[in-house]
């Protein structure tokens, strides 16, 4: 099995490192913008619509806050699983089978969080 | 809103707690917020500081990935059991747990003397090089340490992952102490390491607080943009900061929170 120099390590960690700061700009982004339309619409910081997808793309076509909101914590929670995902690529692409089992493990527990949270919705 | 987000971000890259213990209790004593939703909101403010401040550690060789992944992955397999279990439980036992955990957060760091304020990595030794066949435990060390008890390690990942996903915290408060105390790491590369492992530990559990419905965007978003902007300063202002007067800080806004919680525990 081929194993990752420091060089290679190095170049992971600044890969992953400029994926965190993508994310979180991103959704830091989307965040701000619902934020200004709130304060442009007058919406005080309490009571939002909750989550529902099917409203997203409306929502954002007509520049209510809620949907940059939502895009943006979107963004947010999905931020640090596409980390564990380019890990997984990183530490195959390395030859690192044991970080890679690793990393596939982490996104299989985030995995059955969504699905025990949608199974036991309402 | 934003302002009390910032400040908790700052602390929380800074220490690597992730914000959500100065969240909670600003949200829920300040705002008026019921503790669950207090606890969704707080998990996102974590990940955005998680995200805002692993990137700036990461770059500067400070945060550990391997280790990083190796522990979270028991973390992420709490959090799911924690972000199950917090809805069987109600707002008061919640809020006696929090000022429980605040409490002994508090004593903990008090106890602490500057002897353990291990220097930072040396940022120019970063070509480590595993041997041909190390144990598994050898190739998470970084220059100048080895990690040690990696059993003890994940055990405590476990329960720090359950009680991030209870408390709306990031689990820093469980993993910087298993890291540094249990595993031999040290201080500033286990407050790194902990900001980058704290977003994948909260998004398991605020995955399942989005479905249920209870992370409001109106709060969300300007809590996030506070904690991003307080997490950006504060990782990049870290090497600059004597740890020994953010800690008295620390304990003191800690054990204040502490009372308040336990009066809302009491129905006080």
């Known amino acids: 099995m081929a194993r990752r120099t420091g060089a290679e390590s190095d170049g992971l960690d600044q890969a992953i490192a400029r994926l965190l700061t993508a994310g979180t700009y991103l959704s830091v982004a989307l965040l701000g913008i619902g934020v200004v339309l709130m304060a442009v619409a007058g919406l005080a910081p ?10 997203l793309g409306a929502d954002l076509v007509a520049l209510r806050p809620e949907g940059f909101l939502w895009l943006g914590l979107i963004a947010a929670i999905a931020t640090p699983s596409a980390r564990v995902a380019a890990s997984l690529i990183g530490y195959l692409r390395g030859g690192e089978r044991r970080m890679a089992g690793v990393s596939l493990l982490i996104l299989g527990v985030i995995a059955l969080s969504v699905l ?7 | 809103m934003i302002a009390g987000g910032a400040a908790a971000g700052v602390f929380g890259s800074l220490l690597g707690l992730g914000g959500g213990i100065l ?4 949200l829920t004593l300040v705002f008026g917020l019921d503790l669950r939703q207090a606890v969704g909101v707080s998990l996102v403010a974590v990940i955005v500081t998680s995200g805002a401040s692993a990137g700036v550690y990461l770059q500067r060789h400070v945060a550990n990935l391997r280790l990083g992944m190796t522990l979270e ?5 709490g959090a799911l059991i924690g972000g199950l279990v917090a809805f069987l439980l109600s707002d008061r036992v919640l809020a006696g747990l929090f000022a429980a955990l605040l409490m002994y957060v508090a004593a903990t760091m008090l106890r602490r003397g500057t002897a353990d304020e291990a220097a930072p990595p040396d940022e120019s030794d970063s070509a480590y090089e595993p041997a041909a066949d190390p144990p598994f435990s050898a190739s998470l060390g970084g220059p100048g340490y080895v990690v040690r008890n990696v059993g003890f390690g994940a055990a405590g990942s476990v329960g720090a992952g359950v009680v991030s996903a209870l408390l709306g915290i990031g689990g820093g408060l469980v993993k910087v102490p298993v890291m540094h ?3 031999g790491v040290p201080l500033r590369v286990a407050t790194a390491t902990s900001n980058l492992m704290i ?6 559990s605020a995955v399942i ?3 249920r419905g ?11 943009i506070g904690a991003f902007v307080g997490a950006s300063a504060g990782s990049r202002a870290a090497h600059r900061i004597d740890l020994r007067f953010l800690r008295i800080l620390f304990v003191v806004v800690l054990l204040y929170t502490a009372v308040q919680m336990v009066r809302r525990s009491v129905g006080g």
């Open chain 1, 46 to 55: 309490r009571g939002g619509p909750a989550f529902d997808p099917a409203r």
């Open chain 1, 116 to 122: 025990l949270a949608t199974a036991t919705e309402g």
């Open chain 2, 23 to 26: 969240i909670v209790p600003l």
């Open chain 2, 73 to 77: 992955l028991f973390t992420a397999v």
């Open chain 2, 181 to 183: 105390v249990i595993m």
């Open chain 2, 199 to 204: 977003g994948v530990t909260a998004s398991a």
């Open chain 2, 209 to 211: 607080y989005l479905l």
């Open chain 2, 214 to 224: 209870e992370i409001d965007p109106y709060v969300a978003g300007p809590i996030a």
